[in-house]
């Protein structure tokens, strides 16, 4: 969805680097979230923001860090980078209004760590 | 702990077919309950969802059912075409936990032609 853009779309680093990954939305959305994606296990939540002074851990926020720059931007950032992080990262945002708020999914990026 | 369990994890079914896929949640507080579909290098995308009021939810092929007892529910994918190949994803949410949603494994469905 090109209203959800995520920079890089690929990346190699190696353990131990610091890695940021970027995501820009332009709907307009209050709420972000970034998620992982592993074979067999789905998406998991990392973090969420629903607003830009409301950030929360998801379910494995453990080696993660985030910064809502704005309400439009919300970057990921792996500090010191392990092999076990290497999967395909989404970046989403919905408008969180009522109960059936859609969540808006960026391109993904796919991260290498060696 | 995966609060939503998916199967199966692949699906090869021919054109034509119907494509079955179960999910079967834990926690009774989930209020929504939908179904995102994923093409190779795209992200996840809102396919169809249901609310637990109802047993049965249809948009064009696609069929979600949904049995509040057993906390199960799954999505029927009639008269599958090739370009129905894809990852589909089911998830639940609930209203009081900001509508975060948990997602299952996953199912890669195959249609051959």
């Known amino acids: 969805d090109a209203d959800v853009t995520q920079t890089p779309r690929n990346r190699i680093t190696k353990t131990g680097k610091r890695i940021m990954l970027e995501c820009s939305q332009t709907?307009?959305?209050?709420?972000m979230y970034w998620y992982r994606q592993d074979p067999g296990l789905g998406l998991q939540l990392i973090y969420y923001?629903?607003?830009?002074?409301?950030?929360n851990k998801g379910e494995i926020s453990d080696g993660y860090s985030v910064s809502r720059q704005a309400q439009a931007k919300f970057s990921l950032s792996l500090e010191s980078a392990i092999p076990n992080q290497t999967a395909l990262y989404f970046c989403?945002?919905?408008?969180?209004?009522?109960?059936?708020?859609?969540?808006?999914f960026g391109p993904g990026t796919r991260l290498t760590v060696l | 702990q995966q609060q939503v369990k998916q199967s199966p994890q692949s699906l090869i079914v021919q054109k034509g077919g119907i494509s079955i896929i179960n999910c079967a949640y834990e926690?009774?507080?989930?209020?929504?309950f939908p179904w995102y579909q994923q093409f190779p290098g795209k992200g996840p995308a809102l396919l169809i969802a249901?609310?637990?009021?109802?047993s049965e939810k249809k948009e064009g092929r696609f069929t979600i059912s949904f049995n509040k007892s057993a906390k199960q529910f799954s999505l029927h994918i009639m008269d599958s075409q090739p370009g129905d190949s894809a990852t589909y994803f089911c998830?639940?949410?609930?209203?009081?936990?900001?509508?975060?949603?948990?997602f299952g494994g996953g199912t890669r469905v195959l249609v051959k032609p």
């Open positions: 923001s629903f607003d830009v002074k409301d950030i």
């Open positions: 709907k307009g959305h209050d709420r």
């Open positions: 998830a639940a949410s609930m209203e009081a936990a900001g509508n975060k949603l948990t």
């Open positions: 249901i609310r637990p009021d109802v």
């Open positions: 989403a945002t919905s408008d969180g209004v009522g109960l059936a708020a859609e969540q808006f």
């Open positions: 926690n009774t507080a989930f209020d929504y």
